[in-house]
């Protein structure tokens, strides 16, 4: 039978190389062997040829005609992992963005120790669940946060503490 194009050969190292496979060259040429009983991409006819693509899709590679239009260009597998790390990512944020910032919460410690509810803590949960509708300081959204500290400032000027 007649060997495949240099074409399709450069197509079988591509994406053997997407695969990862050419790290191993052992597990590449394994690949080719059990796919199509040849050691090298240069001894594949066209039946080979489809077959190793066949095993290389299984594997997970997606041919560049088949991909997704505006993808990387990676394999379906390295696509879904960058999608998934990058919606963690915005998650990440989104979350940090809700809660109090380090700076918030701290001070609402000092007030705390300032004004003797450091031993009492259901004195702050109390305050926090009457502004907030929460009890955990680390749940304050920021504007929250400042309508905490304001009161917690104002207990104090009025000498509502206990220190």
Do not use: N
Request: hydrophobic share 40%; with cysteine; net charge positive.
């Amino acid at each position: 039978m007649a060997k495949i194009a240099k074409k399709k050969i450069a197509i079988v190292h591509i994406a053997a190389k997407e695969l990862g496979l050419l790290d191993d060259e052992t597990v590449y040429r394994a690949q080719l062997f059990e796919a199509a009983g040849v050691r090298s991409a240069a001894e594949l006819d066209e039946d080979g040829f489809r077959r190793v693509m066949a095993r290389f899709e299984s594997l997970g590679w997606v041919h560049p005609s088949k991909r997704k239009p505006g993808g990387r260009g990676e394999p379906a597998q390295a696509q879904a992992e960058a999608f998934c790390a990058e919606m963690a990512r915005k998650a990440a944020a989104r979350k940090a963005q809700d809660r109090l910032s380090p700076a918030q919460e701290e001070y609402i410690r000092l007030l705390e120790e300032e004004m003797g509810w450091a031993e009492k803590p259901r004195r702050l949960r109390g305050l926090i669940k009457r502004v907030a509708g929460t009890e955990e300081v680390s749940w304050l959204t920021p504007e929250a946060a400042s309508k905490v500290i304001e009161g917690l400032k104002a207990m104090k000027k009025g000498g509502r503490g206990d220190g």
